[in-house]
């Protein structure tokens, strides 16, 4: 008989277990890139190639610029966006703790008092049934999940994970910060050195028109002459007024991603900044660059975090195994409460599994695959797009330096048709026309030279940041 019962136990436990919820059949199916294998061998060839060629943690300190070192100090130190990230930071590494505590023994106290009627038809018996008595209760409880499955370990290294990646988005925002900072400080001193154009060009316009005068009064030139060089005088002045307004701006800007008000800008002298000198490039590209970029690092982590969130679902479908434990007293009334006679106490273990959940737990389990492959997914494109950033940038500073030599040429040329244009017209041998044709073609050729020379510049700049603007390796 006895036999014949613990078959039938056997049994019965058997056909429970195969009617509890499994994941079978749910798997991720997105694979990471390995970025050596993206093929950059050719792009990157033109490239002068160094091992010490990352940038540093202070890299825009390379341009020389005392003014701008210390606009980006200033800025570090006061954005509210980098206090934003910061913030993220300790909020993650908050849920970090959290998560972690939660996966240790919980001790809590618990005291209750309350006035209750008996009821005299029920399991109490006399005297109290029918009456009206305190029950008072003090206790201490404790609780411990076993973690036989790995289900609290994966969860710490989920929220640890993401804790890291809201570090790197922190590094992330100063670089974005920096970053902006350079290219406003950029356009100021464009707009600058185009100012300082403008301004050369009034001069010789003004001159132009005094000129113009003196061969009217000589019945060289007609009024018309005059009021055609009168005429280009106005205009100068509007673009200088133009870039005025252009430095003003850029100014604003400044003082506002250094975490001031407008009126920090109106400190702000004009730039000197000094160019870097050839581009380098690390000469382990693209392999380590995964460990340089900050994005590609966060969404890396974000990655991984994503597959431990797996492994937390993937344990929903084991048995949770709980220890809990009582100690306190209990007592009718407040006489003798703490009496040994009064103490309650107990011990015992826990075993629950999920037999059905109408699907519950598999779409939970999905729901995170699908997550993970987002995940990795975003971290393939990050990859890509990190080294497609690098490529460009020595792609447009390579094609830039040919730009440059031309229009050093063309400045050259236009200059030198310039000055004759105007020893002829001195002469009164030429026209005014030829010498507004020759200063208009002079003025559009030093106006494309300093934009070319602050492109160089900005590229730099883009190169620092896509290198990933001084990140330490986090491979």
């Excluded at 400045?411 to 244009?421: F, I």
Aim: hydrophobic share 45%; charged share 20%; net charge neutral.
């Amino acid at each position: 008989m006895r036999s014949c019962l613990n078959s039938m136990g056997t049994l019965c436990l058997a056909a429970v277990l195969a009617a509890c919820a499994s994941p079978h059949g749910l798997h991720t199916s997105a694979q990471r890139t390995d970025a050596s294998t993206l093929a950059a061998s050719a792009s990157l060839a033109p490239a002068q190639l160094s091992a010490a060629a990352w940038p540093t943690a202070d890299w825009w300190r390379r341009y020389g610029d005392p003014q701008l070192d210390a606009l980006v100090a200033e800025a570090l130190a006061h954005s509210p966006n980098l206090r934003v990230a910061e913030a993220r930071v300790r909020q993650a590494a908050a849920y970090a703790g959290a998560t972690e505590a939660a996966a240790g023994p919980q001790v809590g106290a618990a005291v209750r008092s309350n006035r209750q009627q008996f009821s005299e038809h029920g399991t109490t018996p006399p005297p109290v049934a029918g009456s009206w008595k305190w029950v008072n209760e003090a206790s201490l409880n404790f609780t411990y999940e076993f973690d036989f499955w790995g289900k609290h370990e994966a969860a710490i290294e989920a929220a640890v994970g993401l804790e890291r990646a809201s570090e790197v988005d922190a590094y992330a925002a100063r670089l974005v910060l920096v970053t902006g900072i350079l290219r406003s400080y950029v356009r100021l001193e464009q707009a600058w050195r185009q100012l300082d154009i403008a301004e050369a060009t009034l001069k010789q316009r003004e001159q132009v028109v005094a000129l113009t005068r003196q061969r009217v009064a000589a019945r060289i030139d007609s009024d018309m002459e005059l009021k055609q060089a009168q005429s280009q005088v106005p205009a100068a002045r509007v673009q200088i007024a133009q870039l005025n307004e252009a430095i003003a701006l850029a100014r604003n800007e400044l003082a506002a991603l250094a975490g001031q008000g407008p009126d920090r800008g109106l400190a702000l002298a004009q730039p000197r900044l000094k160019e870097a000198g050839p581009a380098l490039l690390p000469s382990a590209l693209p392999a380590e660059l995964i460990g340089r970029r900050p994005d590609v690092v966060a969404q890396r982590w974000r990655a991984e975090a994503a597959g431990k969130d797996i492994d937390v679902a993937r344990d929903q479908f084991y048995p949770n195994i709980s220890l809990t434990a009582l100690l306190g007293v209990q007592r009718l009334g407040f006489a003798e409460w703490f009496t040994t006679g009064s103490r309650i106490s107990g011990i015992g273990p826990a075993l629950t599994l999920p037999i059905f959940d109408a699907g519950r737990l598999r779409s939970a389990l999905a729901a995170r695959n699908a997550e993970y492959d987002i995940a990795v997914e975003q971290y393939n494109a990050t990859v890509i797009d990190a080294v497609r950033d690098v490529v460009n940038q020595l792609v447009s500073l390579r094609w830039l330096e040919e730009e440059r030599t031309q229009q050093r040429e063309a400045v050259l040329t236009a200059q030198q048709a310039y000055d004759l244009a105007l020893q002829r017209y001195r002469a009164g041998v030429g026209n005014y026309l030829q010498v507004l044709a020759a200063q208009t073609q002079l003025l559009a050729a030093q106006r494309l030279e300093t934009d070319l020379d602050m492109r160089a510049i900005e590229l730099d700049v883009g190169l620092a940041r896509a290198l990933g603007g001084g990140l330490p390796d986090h491979a």
